[in-house]
């Protein structure tokens, strides 16, 4: 568990970092949500870049 805490911590400085430093560039920091899960993972491995799964589940 602890484990999981510390990967979860050090994604979250990473993310906090990446958007400050995109602000200090003066480039507005930006995430466009795909929507058709083949289409993203091909665009990811065209482009060489990883890709973000957010499950939401209102409740």
């Given amino acids: 568990m602890l484990k ?3 990967l979860y911590l ?3 400085a990473m993310s906090l970092i990446l ?3 995109a602000e ?3 480039a507005s ?3 466009t949500w795909g929507k058709d ?3 993203v993972t ?3 491995k ?3 870049k990883q890709i973000l799964i957010d499950f939401f589940v209102p409740t």
Avoid: C, D, Q, Y
Wanted: aromatic letters at 4%; a neutral charge.
């Fill in 19 to 21: 958007v400050i430093a």
């Fill in 10 to 12: 050090s994604a979250l």
């Fill in 24 to 26: 200090a560039r003066g």
């Fill in 37 to 39: 899960f083949e289409e």
């Fill in 29 to 31: 920091p930006t995430i």
């Fill in 46 to 48: 065209a482009s060489g």
């Fill in 4 to 6: 999981h805490n510390k």
């Fill in 42 to 44: 091909k665009e990811a």
